[in-house]
């Protein structure tokens, strides 16, 4: 079992409908997990972390974390054409390792 | 805001040459990280450091070697570049407090073929 693992994709959305990448994690003790986008060739950038079990807001995303399921997932609220990237989640692991996941491919369809 | 930057974003060197990927950061960060991205293979993690003269391999240090002499550079070297090491290098850096969420800040990348 890897790590991190993610859909690959590619996830296609219309312009304005709610975008869902979800994020699976093997390690029970982790304890921050983070998004990056990655526009194509470009480095990845963070979007947002998260460390407790719930929901978190930022803008037109929302990071959901649930420990007990070792999941977490990003949503994003009126998808727009420049939110087409690849979407990284990683995960700081409870020895103190971050662990990047292999990306979604995201397409926002106009 | 944090900036990372890397010596080149494009190179081309031939096969047996010696590579040397510089990295500078300019937060005083304490960690820096070199990793590869390929497609389908992710990010995976070559060597990284947590302070000053250390190092410590990742899941491929095969190939490469580190060098940080200084807390604001952290240099990756191809001692005889292969074929197979043709891949985009991105540095990151990260404050170390392990207090919060350890946030990896990234650099532009370095696409490099090797011929």
């Known amino acids: 079992q890897k790590e991190v693992e993610q859909n690959s994709g590619p996830l296609s959305v219309p312009e304005g409908a709610i975008a869902s990448l979800n994020c699976t994690y093997s390690d029970r003790g982790s304890q921050s997990f983070f998004w990056y986008r990655q526009y194509s060739g470009k480095s990845p950038e963070l979007i947002m972390f998260?460390?407790?079990?719930g929901d978190k807001e930022d803008g037109r995303f929302t990071a959901q974390l649930n420990k007990a399921s070792q999941y977490v997932s990003l949503l994003i609220r009126d998808s727009q054409p420049s939110d087409s990237a690849t979407y990284l989640c990683?995960?700081?692991?409870?020895?103190?390792?971050?662990?990047f996941g292999p990306g979604t491919s995201l397409s926002v369809i106009p | 805001d944090v900036k990372v930057t890397q010596s080149s974003r494009y190179l081309v060197k031939r096969t047996g040459e010696k590579v040397f990927l510089e990295c500078v950061q300019d937060m005083d960060h304490e960690n820096m990280f070199w990793y590869r991205q390929d497609p389908g293979l992710g990010l995976r993690l070559i060597y990284f450091s947590y302070d000053v003269k250390m190092k410590e391999k990742g899941d491929i240090p095969e190939g490469y070697s580190v060098s940080r002499e200084k807390k604001e550079r952290f240099s990756l070297i191809l001692e005889s570049a292969s074929t197979n090491q043709t891949s985009m290098y991105l540095c990151?850096?990260?404050?170390?407090?392990?207090?919060?969420?350890?946030?990896?800040?990234f650099g532009p990348g370095t696409r490099l073929t090797v011929l």
């Open positions: 998260i460390y407790s079990n």
């Open positions: 990683a995960v700081e692991t409870s020895y103190d390792k971050v662990i």
């Open positions: 990151a850096s990260s404050r170390g407090d392990s207090e919060i969420s350890d946030t990896q800040y």
